[in-house]
């Protein structure tokens, strides 16, 4: 890591990247109560992808992203105690309790809904950015996207079309080398995503070690290519790791299909802890205070807040 | 069809399938199983346990997240004579292959004059509960049940779903498996040899006089509940009927009920518009030519994407109590109401996620 980096963005990053890991872990502990009715595929681990590009976003910007959304939903700046009341299937979660954790939205910050069927918001990303890029508006679009939506066919067939008609978009690829049980290697002969795609014509990088600094430069890079007016997309892809299970809140390294051994460089790497070992201990204790408060208050009101009323069934079938 | 053939012995529904593909591996080399995680160590709900280390990873393996081609490729193995298994975790996944399904796998058969039939099995699982959402819980049988040249299974009883994977198998044509998730856990009496559940041959359950149930895949389970509700505590005896084979339909059976009894609830574990509900109720007013009028009812899913929150799920679903009162008001007739008390339905209750 740079010697550079200015405290406030290692402050402004960790508290980011804290307040998601804390969520978490809260959302982790709670689940044995069966308060979260709900299937929750966590991101505990992965955080860095969605914190470094997001702390580079304007307001406007819009993100896609997939059911392992409460990172990118909280780094991008979801209302968190909206987050924790709908997996909690209140009427105050930010999809009134529809939609459970896969379906976070937050339309105030620009977060589109994310759906549970693997790879099919790549192309909405795609005409959502190609739309704006028609109607003129400046805000860019970024599709965050894990490794093994890259199999399905609908990847590859948005990705040429975003090469043909140089749609700005970032697509980020978070590669956990997972897809559920299964190794990026049971399922595909190049393991190297960016290597995969480089036909498409669309320009590419790939940061191998989890350290958030070259995530952050590498998107900034990305970024600006994505803005410059005769830009075009652009594709990120970023290892991480996973920590749980695929999901559910327990640690699943007993079932044998994968080691901790297998992801010790990425591991050692935890920018949690790196971060924080960078802070002035008053500036940690602050954030980590703030953070808690905010934490326990967002699940309170998810506590309080009631489930909705039974004629909310038949409400918003239809626009 | 005996369900005791096989003496005691019993197994779950998971476990009936495991050992119906198992031992059509071990008696037809062509037969292989393809699909995401079947080799991992959960084992597709436990269904493909065992099945890659006994028969090698060439007969039984994992596959990239490629639902569209990976059913094209299972076809293409299929008309190169191999008889595929082709799993997919929930149905709602189906609708990345519909292409292939619809426009070749049913069609081949026909468009070559019976020169390349498509001998494909796919198996569907439908979730529930726990938060599965708009997105993990679709049943789509009836879109299926739509197109000829596909046959279509949805066995409830642990001794069917044996069966019916056998005869799936063994069939030449496309066969879809409708596997309800709620029911993997079920226990009931398996035999050990090997049997094939017929085609469009329906199951009757209960007999009784009063009224013809016939439900789908786990609304089985909900209807014998109903039946038993009702002959306790309003002394109305209910026929329950299992189709098993959605397509063909075995519509003598229902029919002959319906001569009895005059009345016919039709319990889907799906939307009722425009689904099997709406063909059995159909073909019945087409077929029954009773000396009475019948009288029809169908129940279904709310005509709502499934909610994701507990308290709206549970009106999602029709359930034993919901049939039990339909039933009644039937059967009763003249505006007779009766609220009869939710019937607790253990396989449901139980089930916990994360998934
Ligand atoms: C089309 C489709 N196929 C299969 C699934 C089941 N499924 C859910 S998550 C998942 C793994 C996806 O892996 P990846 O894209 O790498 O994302 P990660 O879970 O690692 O974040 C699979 C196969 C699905 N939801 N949708
Ligand atoms: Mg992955």
Redesign the interface.
Known sequence: MEQTTDSALCERLYRSLYRIRRVEEEVARL?PT?KI????HLSIGQEAPSVAVCDLLEPEDVVFGTYRGHALYLAKGGDLPAMVAELY??VD?CAR???????LIDMQVHMMGT?????THIPHAVGYAWALQRQGKPQRVICFLGD??T???VFSESLNFAALKRVPILFVCENNGY????HIS???AQSDIVQRISGYGIPSARVEDGDIFRMREAARTALAAVRDPQGGPYFLEILTCRLK?H???KDDWH???RSRADIQALLANDPVDQLAARLQPESRQQIETAVEQEIERAFQYAEESP??E?E???QD?FA | MSLHDGGERTLTFAGAIQEAMAQEMERDPTVFVLGQGVDDPIGFYGTTLGLAERFGSDRCFDTPLSEDAVTGMAIGAALAGLRPINTHQRMDFLLLCMNQLVNIAAKSCYMFAGAMPVPLVVRGVVGRSWGQGPQHSQAFHSYFMHVPGIKVFAPSLPYDAKGCMVAAIRDNNPVLIMEHRMLFNVQGPVPEHLYETPFGQARVLRSGDDITLVAIGHMVMEASRAARQLAEEVGIAAEVIDPVSLAPLDMATICRSVQKTGRLLVVDNSWTNCGATAEIVAQVSEQWQGSRPVQVKRLGFAPTPCPTTRPLEVDFYPHAASISKAAFGMVRGDGQEWNPERVSAKEVEAFKGPF
């Open positions: 689940y069966d009715k709900s299937p929750v299937g209140k979660g309790g529809k939609g459970g954790s896969m379906h759906t549970a069927i693997v790879a093994g939506s199999e399905e066919g897809a559920i049980h299964s049971a399922r595909s299970e999901v559910g809140p079932m044998g299909y489930f909705p039974q909310e069934l038949f079938v």
